[in-house]
């Protein structure tokens, strides 16, 4: 009788052990399909990102240069008054301060465009600049 007692735990041991090797097996591929499943989301939604990156940068861009170059527009307006009577001073062109026309910009190492009518400041004999006009007008 202990011969059938022995066959019988023999086989419950044996499908215990293919059992167990099938569990093992099965979760190895489990493992290794979600493992590969995660790659492709990632894929994806790097790509979706990127995608929506691209479209946003298209969409934003011209109107962020849009919007910088409207408000360098405006403060070179709001600021065309201090920067007339400041920087003809501070250059040495006192008959230009206030000048709509100044300009005073350096183009090379002695090249300074006083402005269009008088490249090189008006005459130094007259009092005044025939050409004057006040930057506070609008």
Same mark, same amino acid.
């Given at each position: ?61 011209? +109107? ?24 003809? +001073? ?5 008959? @230009?301060?206030? @000048? ?14 006083? @402005? ?12 005044? @600049? ?5 930057? +506070?007008?609008?």
């Amino acid at each position: 009788m202990e011969e059938w007692l022995t066959q019988l735990e023999d086989t419950v041991n044996t499908a215990a052990d293919e059992a167990g090797q099938w569990l093992a097996t099965t979760m190895n591929l489990m493992y290794e399909a979600s493992e590969q499943a995660v790659v492709e989301f990632e894929k994806t939604i790097d790509q979706a990102f990127d995608e929506f990156d691209q479209t946003l940068d298209q969409t934003f861009e011209p +109107w962020a240069t849009s919007v910088t170059s409207s408000f360098m527009s405006w403060v070179e307006e709001a600021t065309m008054p201090l920067t007339h009577v400041v920087e003809p +001073w501070l250059q040495e062109h006192p008959r @230009c301060i206030g @000048c709509r026309n100044y300009h005073g910009q350096s183009y090379g190492h002695d090249e300074t465009l006083i @402005c269009a009518m008088h490249p090189y400041g008006p005459d130094p004999n007259l009092e005044r @600049c025939p050409d004057w006009e006040s930057v +506070w007008q609008s």
